[in-house]
């Protein structure tokens, strides 16, 4: 079933073969609650409680192959959610930091990731102000939607590093990368239309 998925995948526009591979590799069913098993590898949301959802996997891989990643790069995460897109970071080789403003939700993920046997730096927070102590980052993913590029995030981005970020209203919003030079000129490029669960919080909505 995980194979039909990567397929489709494809099918959809998915080209980077390690993005393809790290989602053939992780077991997305272990991410659901078992009553759920048969929805594990569709294309789509599931919710995982308190309000929130697994991102699709769809979105998944286009927000990994948007942030051009390889094996060593330091990697932020807002959301945390279920931990999938994060194990997939990590799957990739990145040293990643994964924020969640939910503690019951960080709690399950940081339990599942280690025992998955993923060495992830997991906090509990608003993630909309990033982690200041742990920056700069070389990228920064966000798997909510944000009214705003909070300015929080763009300044803990390192000099040639990337911002991936669905912007918008509550309904939709537009998938953007935003590019920071080696001189921290901006520049930001679009991705097409997404429905995420707000980012709630300081820089986020209310
Ligand atoms: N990456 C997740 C996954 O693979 O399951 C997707 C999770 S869901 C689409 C978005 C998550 O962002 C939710 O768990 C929500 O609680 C969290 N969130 C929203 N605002 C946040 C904030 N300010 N800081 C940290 N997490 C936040």
Same mark, same amino acid.
């Given at each position: 079933?995980?194979?039909?998925?990567?397929?489709k995948l494809e099918q959809k526009g998915i080209?980077?073969?390690?993005?393809?591979?790290?989602?053939?590799?992780?077991?997305?069913?272990?991410?659901?609650?078992?009553?759920?098993?048969?929805?594990?590898?569709?294309?789509?949301?599931?919710?995982?409680?308190?309000?929130?959802?697994?991102?699709?996997?769809y979105?998944?891989?286009?927000?990994?192959?948007?942030?051009?990643?390889?094996?060593?790069?330091?990697?932020?995460?807002?959301?945390?959610?279920?931990?999938?897109?994060?194990?997939?970071?990590? +799957?990739?080789?990145?040293?990643?930091?994964?924020? +969640?403003?939910?503690?019951?939700?960080?709690?399950?993920?940081?339990?599942?990731?280690?025992?998955?046997?993923?060495?992830?730096?997991?906090?509990?927070?608003?993630?909309?102000?990033?982690?200041?102590?742990?920056?700069?980052?070389?990228?920064?993913?966000?798997?909510?939607?944000?009214?705003?590029?909070?300015?929080?995030?763009?300044?803990?981005?390192?000099?040639?590093?990337?911002?991936?970020?669905?912007?918008?209203?509550?309904?939709?919003?537009?998938?953007?990368?935003?590019?920071?030079?080696?001189?921290?000129?901006?520049?930001?490029?679009?991705?097409?239309?997404?429905?995420?669960?707000?980012?709630?919080?300081?820089?986020?909505?209310?």
């Open positions: 079933m995980r194979n039909q998925l990567i397929k080209n980077d073969p390690v993005v393809l591979q790290a989602m053939a590799k992780v077991p997305r069913h272990f991410f659901l609650d078992e009553a759920f098993l048969e929805h594990a590898y569709q294309d789509k949301a599931f919710p995982i409680g308190e309000g929130q959802t697994i991102s699709q996997p979105t998944v891989a286009v927000q990994t192959q948007l942030l051009q990643l390889s094996p060593g790069l330091k990697v932020l995460e807002i959301g945390t959610g279920s931990g999938y897109q994060c194990s997939i970071l990590a +799957e990739l080789g990145c040293k990643v930091y994964s924020i +969640e403003r939910i503690k019951s939700l960080h709690d399950k993920a940081k339990s599942l990731l280690t025992h998955m046997g993923y060495k992830v730096n997991f906090y509990c927070g608003d993630g909309t102000l990033g982690i200041p102590a742990h920056a700069p980052y070389d990228r920064i993913i966000v798997t909510a939607g944000a009214p705003i590029v909070p300015d929080s995030l763009l300044n803990q981005l390192n000099n040639n590093g990337m911002l991936v970020i669905p912007v918008g209203d509550t309904g939709t919003q537009k998938m953007l990368r935003i590019t920071k030079g080696q001189t921290g000129s901006i520049q930001t490029q679009e991705f097409g239309n997404f429905s995420f669960v707000p980012l709630k919080g300081t820089n986020g909505w209310k």
